[in-house]
């Protein structure tokens, strides 16, 4: 057998034990952790974390993650001592919104395996009788959530990699990662060079200064958060032994920022109410192996308890608990760890240095899940669970920067408990990428959302008195309140003028890149499914698939020369991906154009008649095919036009220079103006896009779907001339051989919205979950993507759990508007 890769993991910490136990349980036998701080307690953020492990969360990713933390370390001891005691979770509400959060999160629970019940203010204080039972309305009771005694888990985890072959060494910093031929090589100490073929920085909140030693952007921010012990509380003496430390379940009281465990006779309270606490490592101890004294009061990662900043949690701790009168805080500190901008953990591998690894902003409730998922990338090439929201290249530039990072994580620290609508935007930073129509948006009084640091339109107020011409058909229903937030009727009305004259929306925030060069047609051929070597002129659907035939991305390319390509892509992954499998040998380049370019979607029937008068260039059904491209001018403007439509009608994506971009809106806004043109946003958008069955990679389908099961297959050329990557995964598949499929839900009521992540029943027992979901305005009932069985068939009744009430639906055959594509052939 020849040697597995030399592997260094930089940081002894929950993450980095976990992948050595994950690395060498996969015989990968050549690993060494090394840690600035002395083992076990090296001082980094496990050496104090409280450990409580709540699993439940939007994210299906991260709940899995969490899943395989609870289920790895309840099966790991230290002599016996658990890892893992599952007490159980409760999080309480005093406030309907909260009570009706948590039917929300129950719902995601159920969505994505977890056991759990809504229970009533009783048996919160059955479950937890500290609790003050007229304080609360209910609670969420998850029993397989617990706490992990993370610090004792590392001691497991290096033992049994150490007995694998592992080596941990505590008291080495890293002070640079050596390379060549841009690989790593290793890692450099104070005592001399670690040969490594692969590192792994698993550093934590020091994450930015080992990124930097590879000029790697790693966008966390250190951030301070307060712990505090009690003393004895009289109520829970005798409850415990030492050994057993707790038997109460785990506590959260989000609607005071605040969370609870126990310990023997005492509570541990964390604090997420204060003001954030930006950490500057430069003023911690540097944790070199000769200056660092790290005793449990003096790690790097705690900083001094600030009392006054915990004075008012106290007060509402003795509040929910009444029996924490009767006992004081007895000590504190500042403990710092790891935030994101988008909240998520940051997994991957540098763009320039290859075998520089980081697994960071993990907490201890994510930290096997993580590390098996790394483990995995490294080891076998590609991760089970699906890892887009954890990717550290799903960034765009203007997010990595310092002030983004730090503003925006200081944010996810505040609204960390709160009680967040799928679509809220933030209120800042906004503005930081606006395309060529902004100006124009707003005086049409668009409302914006934000996405990637975009400015997107979601309807514009200018089409309100729309509304009330909406033939009665269209109106649509009125909305439950949390449905209602982020939408407007107006919505109902751009959805009408597309379906019936013409729209104009704004597609300039799709990713676009420019693949050129000799070897563009061949990359493309490689990593598509699709046939490419087309005419020029040629636009195709396309697949990238991993070895496995999980879905990548899903990609538009335009060959718009021999060798120029335009690819049309869902975000910065696809960037890395393209990038990352270019030959170096300099035969192809790739540039994203998204920012200098600009689009307008013009769809409807009369998207004909708007272009008319604006150009000599043929734009007739024959002039430009569906699913062709041509370079045009349209009212003297230099454009590219592709025959294309994701809202199903009529139309195309008209592309132009950002400094051309107002000129293309003001000449296809005057010449529209005959034929009822609107400018539409993206909830009109959404819905249409649903009702022609279009999916959204990331939200409908991942890594984690084949083509087949994601309604795609018909974008897989098995028969291609060139290989491409996924062709042997997919060889086997079809329609036939899947077992769930994405399937298009009507709801029955026709007007009950849901709006994603909700988990979906067959007679009475879940079965999947909702993906995207949107009142189809054409269709006059709301619709629901969802992952189900593939024996839920079209006309199958389903329910749908909606805040903890159940809505009537039915597998309807696909897509629900023009199945024959009439009108966008037309
Ligand atoms: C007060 C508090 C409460 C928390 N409560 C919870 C909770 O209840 N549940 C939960 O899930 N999470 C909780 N967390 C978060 C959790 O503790 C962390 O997210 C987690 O421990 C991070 O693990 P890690 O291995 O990534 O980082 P760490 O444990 O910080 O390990 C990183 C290691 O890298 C080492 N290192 C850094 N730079 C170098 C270098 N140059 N050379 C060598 N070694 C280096 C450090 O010494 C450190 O040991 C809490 C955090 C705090 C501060």
């Known amino acids: 057998m020849s040697a597995t890769p030399r592997v260094v993991v930089i940081g002894a910490g929950i993450v980095g034990a976990n992948l050595a136990d994950e690395l060498t349980a996969r015989g990968w036998d050549r690993v060494t952790v090394v840690d600035q701080g002395p083992?076990?307690?090296?001082?980094?953020?496990?050496?104090?974390?409280?450990?409580?492990?709540?699993?439940?969360?939007?994210?299906?990713?991260?709940?899995?993650?969490?899943?395989?933390?609870?289920?790895?370390?309840?099966?790991?001891?230290?002599?016996?001592?658990?890892?893992?005691?599952?007490?159980?979770?409760?999080?309480?509400?005093?406030?309907?919104?909260?009570?009706?959060?948590?039917?929300?999160?129950?719902?995601?629970?159920?969505?994505?395996?977890?056991?759990?019940?809504?229970?009533?203010?009783?048996?919160?204080?059955?479950?937890?009788?500290?609790?003050?039972?007229?304080?609360?309305?209910?609670?969420?009771h998850i029993p397989t959530d617990g706490l992990a005694k993370a610090s004792r888990a590392v001691v497991a985890l290096a033992r049994r990699a150490e007995a694998r072959g592992a080596r941990f060494q505590g008291s080495t910093r890293v002070t640079g990662i050596e390379q060549a031929g841009g690989r790593v090589t290793g890692v450099r100490t104070p005592d001399g060079v670690i040969p490594a073929d692969i590192v792994v920085s698993c550093a934590g909140f020091w994450g930015q200064e080992l990124g930097a030693m590879v000029g790697m952007d790693v966008p966390l921010l250190p951030l301070a958060h307060q712990f505090v012990w009690t003393g004895q509380v009289p109520d829970l003496v005798g409850r415990n032994d030492e050994l057993s430390e707790a038997s109460l379940p785990i506590l959260r009281h989000q609607d005071q920022d605040l969370y609870y465990r126990e310990r023997v006779d005492r509570l541990g309270i964390g604090s997420y109410a204060h003001r954030p606490m930006p950490v500057d490592l430069r003023e911690l101890p540097q944790g070199s192996s000769e200056d660092m004294d790290v005793r449990e009061s003096s790690m790097p990662s705690m900083l001094p308890f600030t009392e006054e900043d915990f004075a008012p949690v106290w007060e509402q701790s003795q509040l929910l608990l009444p029996s924490l009168?009767?006992?004081?805080?007895?000590?504190?500190?500042?403990?710092?760890?790891?935030?994101?901008?988008?909240?998520?953990?940051?997994?991957?591998?540098?763009?320039?240095?290859?075998?520089?690894?980081?697994?960071?902003?993990?907490?201890?409730?994510?930290?096997?899940?993580?590390?098996?998922?790394?483990?995995?990338?490294?080891?076998?090439?590609?991760?089970?669970?699906?890892?887009?929201?954890?990717?550290?290249?799903?960034?765009?530039?203007?997010?990595?920067?310092?002030?983004?990072?730090?503003?925006?994580?200081?944010?996810?620290?505040?609204?960390?408990?709160?009680?967040?609508?799928?679509?809220?935007?933030?209120?800042?930073?906004?503005?930081?990428?606006?395309?060529?129509?902004?100006?124009?948006?707003?005086?049409?009084?668009?409302?914006?959302?934000?996405?990637?640091?975009?400015?997107?339109?979601?309807?514009?107020?200018?089409?309100?008195?729309?509304?009330?011409?909406?033939?009665?058909?269209?109106?649509?229903?009125?909305?439950?309140?949390?449905?209602?937030?982020?939408?407007?009727?107006?919505?109902?009305?751009?959805?009408?003028?597309?379906?019936?004259?013409?729209?104009?929306?704004?597609?300039?925030?799709?990713?676009?890149?420019?693949?050129?060069?000799?070897?563009?047609?061949?990359?493309?051929?490689?990593?598509?499914?699709?046939?490419?070597?087309?005419?020029?002129?040629?636009?195709?659907y396309t697949l990238t698939l991993d070895e496995a035939g999980g879905i990548r991305s899903d990609l538009t390319v335009a060959r718009l020369g021999e060798q120029l390509f335009q690819v049309g892509a869902n975000g910065p992954l696809d960037l890395d991906h393209l990038r990352r499998q270019a030959p170096d040998d300099g035969s192809v380049q790739i540039r994203d154009t998204t920012g200098g370019t600009c689009c307008i979607g013009l769809w409807g029937p009369r998207a004909r008649d708007v272009v008319r008068g604006l150009t000599t260039d043929d734009f007739s059904n024959d002039g430009l095919k569906y699913f062709r491209a041509k370079r045009a001018r349209i009212g003297g403007v230099p454009v590219t036009a592709m025959r294309l439509s994701y809202v199903g009608e009529l139309g195309w994506e008209i592309y132009t220079s950002a400094d051309n971009g107002r000129r293309l809106w003001d000449v296809l806004w005057a010449a529209g103006?005959?034929?009822?043109?609107?400018?539409?946003?993206?909830?009109?958008?959404?819905?249409?896009?649903?009702?022609?069955?279009?999916?959204?990679?990331?939200?409908?389908?991942?890594?984690?779907?084949?083509?087949?099961?994601?309604?795609?297959?018909?974008?897989?050329?098995?028969?291609?001339?060139?290989?491409?990557?996924?062709?042997?995964?997919?060889?086997?598949?079809?329609?036939?051989?899947?077992?769930?499929?994405?399937?298009?839900?009507?709801?029955?009521?026709?007007?009950?919205?849901?709006?994603?992540?909700?988990?979906?029943f067959v007679d009475g027992r879940p079965v999947g979950y909702v993906t995207s979901a949107a009142f189809g305005h054409t269709v006059g009932r709301p619709i629901a993507y969802a992952w189900l069985p593939a024996s839920a068939t079209v006309g199958t009744s389903v329910e749908i759990e909606y805040f903890g009430t159940r809505i009537a639906a039915t597998v309807a055959a696909e897509p629900l508007v023009d199945p024959d594509m009439t009108r966008l052939r037309g």
């Open 325 to 540: 009168r009767s006992s004081k805080i007895d000590t504190g500190f500042n403990g710092i760890f790891s935030f994101t901008p988008d909240g998520g953990p940051l997994i991957g591998e540098s763009a320039d240095v290859a075998g520089f690894w980081i697994a960071e902003a993990v907490w201890v409730t994510h930290s096997a899940g993580v590390a098996r998922a790394v483990a995995q990338l490294l080891v076998d090439g590609r991760s089970e669970i699906d890892l887009h929201g954890c990717d550290v290249h799903r960034f765009e530039d203007v997010q990595l920067a310092p002030e983004y990072v730090s503003e925006t994580s200081q944010q996810n620290f505040v609204e960390i408990y709160d009680v967040l609508h799928p679509l809220q935007p933030r209120l800042s930073p906004r503005d930081l990428r606006v395309s060529p129509f902004h100006a124009r948006q707003e005086q049409l009084g668009a409302v914006f959302l934000e996405g990637g640091g975009w400015e997107r339109p979601h309807w514009y107020e200018a089409n309100a008195a729309l509304v009330d011409e909406l033939p009665a058909e269209w109106v649509p229903p009125e909305r439950d309140a949390w449905a209602a937030q982020f939408w407007s009727p107006i919505a109902a009305a751009e959805a009408w003028k597309t379906r019936t004259a013409v729209a104009m929306y704004d597609m300039t925030p799709l990713k676009r890149l420019e693949v050129s060069g000799p070897g563009a047609l061949a990359l493309l051929q490689r990593l598509t499914t699709g046939e490419m070597d087309k005419s020029v002129g040629a636009v195709t």
């Open 39 to 140: 083992l076990p307690l090296t001082g980094g953020s496990t050496s104090h974390a409280p450990g409580l492990v709540f699993q439940t969360n939007a994210s299906r990713t991260m709940t899995a993650f969490a899943g395989y933390t609870v289920e790895k370390l309840a099966g790991i001891d230290v002599d016996g001592a658990w890892c893992f005691n599952q007490v159980g979770g409760l999080e309480v509400a005093t406030t309907p919104e909260r009570l009706a959060d948590l039917h929300r999160k129950q719902g995601w629970a159920t969505s994505w395996g977890v056991e759990s019940q809504v229970v009533d203010a009783d048996e919160c204080v059955r479950l937890h009788p500290l609790v003050d039972r007229d304080r609360i309305l209910g609670g969420l």
């Open 673 to 760: 103006q005959g034929h009822g043109i609107v400018a539409a946003g993206r909830a009109a958008f959404n819905s249409l896009r649903l009702e022609k069955g279009y999916r959204a990679w990331g939200h409908d389908m991942t890594t984690e779907h084949d083509p087949y099961e994601a309604g795609l297959g018909f974008a897989v050329r098995k028969q291609k001339k060139d290989d491409f990557v996924g062709r042997e995964a997919v060889a086997w598949m079809s329609g036939d051989t899947v077992s769930r499929r994405l399937s298009c839900l009507t709801i029955d009521d026709g007007r009950s919205v849901v709006l994603g992540h909700e988990p979906v």
